[in-house]
């Protein structure tokens, strides 16, 4: 996942697996930090990083489980940049060197022909030292890392990548909104996205207390503010949406036992209960999440939190699917555009991995 917990593990945002051994098996004894993504150059439509943006160059790695890389997959879903920039799932259970393509056949990446992200990593930094960490871009040409910078690469998808975007694609990040939009997302991310980490990987009573009542807190607040508008920004979908889903759409799953975020459920709260199942029957949002990869990777790979290994049953997902009515608010969820596609047939989630 994005950037790495630097006093946790080894590979990811989440300090969840790979590249320094046996990390996971440390989670919740040292203080949780998040790093900066390492490697931040930007593709862009000038191409001032040296990554001008070009149909088929790019492939965007992911893991289905990760909240910071499913913003991407999303992103590039509502945008249509499906025959843009082609996708590269790991699975979900990482070994020692982190994210793997053991999903493909002859467990190699099919395009890029490599069987760990990592080799991408060192393909750009020998010997580079951090976390191999999702989302990332690899250029497919040399297979180097491009980015791994989570909270840009979004962005430039929506402003950036606008000349191969499908028609009728929505405006995620308008600019008229992006004061007020950076502001929300800043606290969305501190309080609810990375907040959650903070209390399911505390090493203290007080440091866990305090990321609890920040999560809850900020959750109490978000309720509030969409009581009487359906989307953050008000009547479309932005791309501060997209990150409040990635978090609201693990919360009972994984947050609410796994990381001790128990002061209610999502379910429990009517407004982010009905927020969040209109975003996940909205196309482009819950067709890209994969349940079974979010369980399986929390409680299988974060060792250190849930050392037996056991994977629990729940929580029934037939909820997702029942009627919102949030639609009774107004809006117009895609602005002046379109809903995307149907989802590539390469990409679909399994049945069984979802409601």
């Known amino acids: 996942m994005a950037t790495q917990a630097t006093t946790t593990t080894g590979s990811s945002p989440d300090g969840d697996g790979g590249g320094q051994g046996n990390g996971n098996a440390q989670l919740g004894r040292r203080p949780f930090k998040r790093s900066r993504s390492h490697f931040a150059d930007r593709i862009t439509a000038d191409g001032r990083d040296g ?49 793997r393509f053991t999903l493909d056949a002859d467990d190699r990446d099919p395009v890029l022909g490599i069987r760990y992200l990592a080799e991408a990593y060192d393909a750009r930094e020998t010997g580079y030292p951090g976390g191999v960490s999702v989302p990332a871009i690899v250029d497919v040409p040399t297979k180097k890392l491009v980015t791994n910078d989570y909270q840009q690469i ?5 402003t950036e990548w606008r ?43 007080q440091d866990y207390e305090d990321a609890y009542r920040a999560v809850f807190g900020r959750l109490a ?63 482009g949002f819950g067709d890209t999440v994969d349940f079974d990869h979010i369980k399986r990777h929390y409680y299988l790979v ?24 949030r639609e009774e608010l107004g809006g117009r969820p895609f602005g002046d ?19």
């Open 51 to 99: 990554w001008p943006v070009e149909a088929g160059r790019y492939r965007l790695a992911v893991s289905r489980a990760c909240p910071w890389a499913s913003r991407a997959v999303v992103s590039r879903r509502l945008l249509g940049l499906e025959d843009a920039i082609s996708l590269a799932v790991a699975d979900p259970i990482q070994d020692d060197r982190s994210w």
């Open 154 to 158: 979004t962005l430039d998808f929506a």
């Open 163 to 205: 000349a191969l975007h499908r028609e009728g694609a929505p405006d995620l990040y308008p600019e008229a909104l992006r004061d007020e939009m950076d502001e929300v997302m800043e606290d969305i991310y501190r309080d609810v996205n990375n907040g959650v980490y903070r209390a399911g990987f505390a090493s203290t009573q």
């Open 221 to 283: 607040a978000l309720s509030e503010r969409l009581a009487d508008r359906r989307y953050l920004m008000g009547d479309t979908i932005t791309e501060a949406d997209i990150r409040l889903f990635s978090t609201l759409v693990r919360f009972d799953a994984v947050y609410h036992g796994h990381f001790k975020c128990n002061r209610y459920k999502i379910s429990e709260d009517r407004v982010l209960w009905g927020y969040a199942r209109d975003l996940y029957q909205t196309p």
């Open 302 to 325: 974060h060792t250190g939190l849930n050392p037996n290994g056991v994977l629990p049953l729940g929580p029934d997902l037939s909820g997702w699917l029942t009627p919102h009515h």
């Open 337 to 355: 555009g379109t809903p995307p596609g149907p989802v590539p047939a390469a990409e679909q989630i399994p049945a069984a991995d979802r409601p």
